[in-house]
């Protein structure tokens, strides 16, 4: 049985400060991870990817993996009111399609 | 930016009728999905296409649901006998290469069963 656990949250944050979200998953055997941005209403869209251990930034985005502990992690700098949303984690599976988690709950305080 | 159009945006239905839900995918995509997400709750896998067949179905996807690419642009997901439960926002979703890009989602239908 796949898992994607992330914390609901909400995660509250000031302006300004770093949000940190988290991810665990179940499926050892995944190689590839998606965080995607879900504003109220809206489709997901994408924020980034990540395959190889270690840390991968783009701008004030950096998504973090650990796959002996299977784990992964994106972190917000400078947090925006515009950053408030629903974070989704997203594993592939072996059947190639992505398995999401019940996302966290973002919201940066002005 | 290419973009997975996705129609009607809302669509109400009476229990027990047939919907459609259209989708035109991006145009160099090879690779087809239709997900939902129940008002609050995550986003659920239905099934996946590809080179004209289902590749891979959830435990949700039963023999009420149908999917079809009729005419090589338009990816429809039907649904033959609608129940309350199945009132959720659905997405369509496309790529190239999931490995390497993740989805393009559309902005979804809204589909309430009355």
């Known amino acids: 049985q796949k898992e994607v656990e992330q914390n609901s949250g909400p995660l509250s944050v000031p302006e300004g400060a770093i949000a940190s979200l988290n991810c665990t998953y179940s499926d050892r055997v995944s190689q590839s991870f998606f965080w995607y941005r879900q504003y109220s209403g809206k489709s997901p869209e994408l924020i980034m990817s990540?395959?190889?251990?270690g840390d991968k930034e783009d701008g004030r985005f950096t998504a973090q993996l650990n796959k002996a502990s299977q784990y992964v992690s994106l972190l917000i700098r400078d947090s925006q009111p515009s950053d408030s949303a629903t974070y989704l984690c997203a594993v592939l599976t072996g059947a190639n399609n992505l398995f999401f988690g019940t996302g966290t709950r973002l919201t940066v305080i002005p | 930016e290419p973009e997975v159009t996705q129609t009607p945006s809302h669509q109400v239905t009476q229990m027990g009728q047939e919907v459609i839900l259209r989708c035109v995918p991006i145009?160099?995509?090879?690779?087809f999905y239709w997900y939902r997400q129940i008002l609050g709750q995550k986003v659920e896998f239905l099934v996946s296409f590809y080179n004209n067949e289902i590749s891979e179905k959830s435990e949700i996807f039963d023999d009420q649901f149908s999917v079809e690419r009729p005419d090589g642009s338009n990816f429809t997901l039907k649904i033959r006998s609608t129940k309350l439960e199945d009132s959720a926002m659905y997405f369509c979703?496309?790529?190239?290469?999931?490995?390497?890009?993740?989805?393009?989602f559309g902005s979804g239908t809204r589909l309430t069963v009355v």
């Open positions: 145009s160099n995509h090879l690779y």
């Open positions: 979703a496309s790529s190239r290469s999931v490995a390497n890009y993740g989805y393009t």
């Open positions: 990540i395959y190889s251990n």
